[in-house]
């Protein structure tokens, strides 16, 4: 029994030793091209992916506005599985867009994809005044050349729409088989989630839905499952839990909000533009959702956060969070932005997860000093067991990145897919400024997930459990 706990404590250093050591090759893929004077340049934040067959999707915010959106989404796609890419940006969306579009700015990139009508699809918001005024969808059918915006919904002169999402049914059992879902919140009327439905690869868009109860939050990720319901996990309005609602119906109709954990969150240093409650969501081949999110409850006094993950099959019942062991409770370091894939053709113990995340090695650094770096781990039996983190990217200082109005910014997201055997992240990262300009550029590694991996590190009880109440604020969250 020493032995084994011996081994566990030596794993775990070396684990920790490696995260900030090891070394993966990563490349760029796009930069941002714009120069108007009005916003920060080069900057590109906040990607999304999607991947199907061997062709993979990436869209990101180009030239990042201090008070909220870009210059346009921009993307870039691999049809040989992340190898090789092509990068543009999208038409006719903002009026940096070529040709130019309706919206002063955009934001909050989203990629899916319709297999029943072979159409890609990048989800975002259009931006006036700083403000979403609609969620609009641009379509390809090959994931290189792009339409005009179709919109999805307007605001109008009382709504501020945020934080979008989307997905489409993709599973041929389904009886709702080319759905395609697009999930958002009104920030002016308390944060309140809308879903609209598509049925014809998003030609058009249904009228805006919401759940029974009309309650709000921010966050929302729907997902298709395979008998043709959608689970839409979220966080509630204040980023004090995870809650959850769904339809039985084809998006017909929606259910009422319910809970499915606390979110206990140490705020991240350094001003930077961290959510600890927006969680990274997605589903495996037999429909179990697997749900991951910034938390500090296995953290002695709250002291920084783990990644956290709870998993349903059903969407009415929610494991307990387990914590998914980077490294031991008592280190320093703090993990948020999770960017989370699983491996849709494995399911169950076999599933594979490949989950990207940024970190500090120490929680409590300053603006000055804070070291921000990108990592990943990975599971190959359903977050059972986890590789050994390593690192892909940082560090990065702090000033190196985009200056928002809620502190410096590589994303309130990022993203993971798997092609084959790897899984394949797209983050924000940066070097030093260079003629007055950032350096903060759109980047992907591939990252084997193979059996020939060791996996010491098993989840298991942790000491510490913190499920504090949920503290009372007095305005809801509004992140453009």
Request: net charge negative.
């Amino acid at each position: 029994m020493r032995k084994s706990l011996f081994l566990i404590f030596l794993v775990a250093l070396v684990a920790l030793t490696s995260a900030v050591a090891s070394a993966v090759d990563v490349v760029l893929i796009s930069e941002d091209p714009y120069t108007n004077a009005s916003s920060q340049h080069q900057t590109q934040v906040e990607p999304d992916t999607f991947a199907w067959g061997n062709t993979i999707v990436s869209a990101f915010q180009s030239g990042r506005f201090y008070d909220g959106g870009a210059s346009n989404i921009c993307w870039a796609t691999s049809t040989d599985g992340g190898v090789t890419w092509t990068d543009g940006c999208l038409p006719s969306l903002t009026t940096y867009s070529t040709p130019p579009g309706p919206y002063q700015r955009a934001s909050d990139p989203v990629v899916g994809y319709d297999a029943e009508h072979g159409v890609w699809m990048i989800n975002s918001l259009g931006i006036e005044n700083a403000i979403g005024v609609a969620v609009v969808v641009s379509r390809s059918t090959d994931g290189l050349n792009w339409s005009a915006p179709v919109v999805v919904s307007n605001a109008g002169i009382f709504g501020f729409y945020d934080k979008n999402w989307m997905t489409c049914d993709n599973w041929v059992t389904s009886p709702f088989y080319g759905n395609c879902y697009v999930e958002w919140d009104d920030a002016f009327a308390l944060n309140k989630f809308y879903m609209s439905t598509s049925t014809d690869g998003g030609v058009t868009w249904g009228p805006k839905k919401g759940p029974s109860n009309l309650l709000g939050g921010l966050g929302g990720q729907p997902l298709a499952m395979p008998n043709g319901g959608v689970i839409v996990p979220a966080a509630n309005l204040f980023g004090t839990q995870m809650l959850w609602f769904g339809s039985r119906d084809g998006g017909q109709s929606w259910s009422r909000t319910r809970t499915i954990s606390n979110i206990n969150s140490h705020t991240v240093a350094g001003n930077l533009r961290a959510s600890t409650f927006l969680g990274s969501a997605e589903i495996d081949a037999s429909g179990k959702i697997y749900l991951v999110w910034p938390d500090c409850r296995f953290r002695s006094g709250c002291s920084s956060n783990d990644l956290v993950m709870s998993t349903t099959t059903n969407g009415s019942t929610w494991t307990s969070p387990v914590r998914i062991p980077i490294d031991p409770t008592n280190s320093t370091v703090d993990h948020f932005i999770p960017g989370l894939a699983v491996d849709r053709t494995t399911s169950g113990s076999s599933a594979r997860l490949g989950l990207t995340y940024y970190y500090y090695p120490n929680a409590s650094c300053t603006t000055s000093t804070c070291q921000l770096y990108v990592g990943f781990t990975s599971s190959m039996d359903g977050g059972v067991s986890w590789s050994v983190a390593e690192t892909v990217a940082g560090p990065m200082q702090l000033s190196w990145i985009a200056d928002t109005s809620q502190g410096r910014m590589v994303g309130d997201y990022i993203s993971t897919s798997f092609v084959g055997d790897n899984a394949i992240p797209v983050f924000a990262n940066a070097f030093a400024p260079s003629g007055g300009l950032f350096q903060e550029h759109s980047y992907t590694a591939l990252l084997p997930v193979t059996a020939d991996q060791e996996y010491p590190l098993v989840v298991a009880d942790d000491p510490v459990y913190y499920d504090y109440p949920d503290p009372i604020l007095l305005t809801p969250i509004t992140r453009p």
